[in-house]
């Protein structure tokens, strides 16, 4: 890596594409504030409760994808670029010690923990890109230090007050999300060009892919930790191997051709612009299985409320929905077994109340079963833009 010069900061395209050991690190720690919003969802399982970690969990992951891009963007083994991934990291751990007292006078630690974070992440790259005479990146970084200022503010006064204000939360993530997906519009700086979208490598299709598998973890991670807290019961350790099952399926799942769609669609930018937002309806499916395990676990047996069978039921469905997105969107391709698949384990929904929820998860993880052992043909993308049949 040059260490001088305007390409200094900036990723060369001839450079490496594998991640760092310092990224592998940051992936582990924001993995570990899924894991603690899984249990705060298995404790919340409500409307309100589910929406209240949604919001959250968005925060979260929208740290993390903005950070990755950062290092696909910039040589992540330069010291400017580590200082972000290390500043990202503390305000995550931040983020997940305040997530169990949110409501309760802690809100102002997750709100200043998420703006410090991209607000230090803005002015680190302005300042060194400054210092290179990088003009382009430096007004790239200045347009997404913006509209962090912007959001910033309604994070900020909406904890001011000790309780959260969900109306003001919600209104700085939605501007996150939309100034995200318009490509930051900037008085005077203008957006993001699409070009730089299409300069992605395939350093952030194995960001991504890493971060998912390591996710995928927390569900047999979560009710792990729950069951080790009580007896080993026959059927308490049945349903950690159902866990265990799910997890693996849903890896199964979203590890075919990922990595190929993400390397097809690179050339019209399209990962790199619906990546994040359709891998956040996957990550929510992996908060709401692994707190629907974490409730199995305790409770394997007897009838199974109707937040349970949203969580058990609506948890691998998301991720099944999220997958089928990240399919149709970079590939502009149906991938209709996925889809016909999917309503599979729903049926079953006017019953299911009186089943045991052990027997409701055993049942989603066969429809999870059917989505890879159905012969299918449809057809999906592989790199070169060129279509190839598919049993996905």
Known sequence: MTTGGTAALVRRP???????????????????????????????????????????????????????TTTEFYDPQQRPIQAILMVAMVGSVGMAASLPKISSGHALVFAIAYVGTHVIRGIILITSLHKQHHRSAMIRAARFLFWFLVSGVFWITGALSGTVSWTLWTIAITIDLLSAAARYPTPWLGRVPLDQYERTT????????????????????????????GDFGGLRVAALICAFAVMLLLWQVYVFRAGELLEAGARAGRPARVAPYTHLVMLAGVVGTAASFDLIVT????????????????????????????????????PWRRTLCLPLPLLTLPWAGRWPPLLVATIVALGLLSHILIPGATRETTPGLRLRRSDD
Not at 204 to 226: M, N
Not at 309 to 325: C, E, K, N, T, W
């Open 299 to 334: 409770r394997p047996t007897g009838t199974t409320p109707v937040g349970w069978l949203l969580l058990i039921l609506g948890g691998p469905a998301l991720f099944v929905i999220g997958r089928v997105l990240f399919t149709l969107l970079v590939s502009m391709v149906v």
């Open 14 to 68: 001839d450079g490496s594409t594998r991640a760092t050991l310092l990224e592998l690190l940051f992936d582990v720690v924001f993995v570990a504030s899924l894991a603690l919003t899984s249990t705060l969802l298995a404790g919340r399982h409500t409307w309100s409760g589910a929406a209240m970690v949604l919001l959250m969990l968005t925060a979260i992951w929208w740290t993390w994808s903005v950070t990755s």
């Open 202 to 229: 395939a350093h952030l299709g194995e960001r991504y892919q890493q971060f998912v598998i390591l996710a995928l973890g927390d569900i047999i991670l979560v009710p792990t930790l729950q069951v080790s807290r």
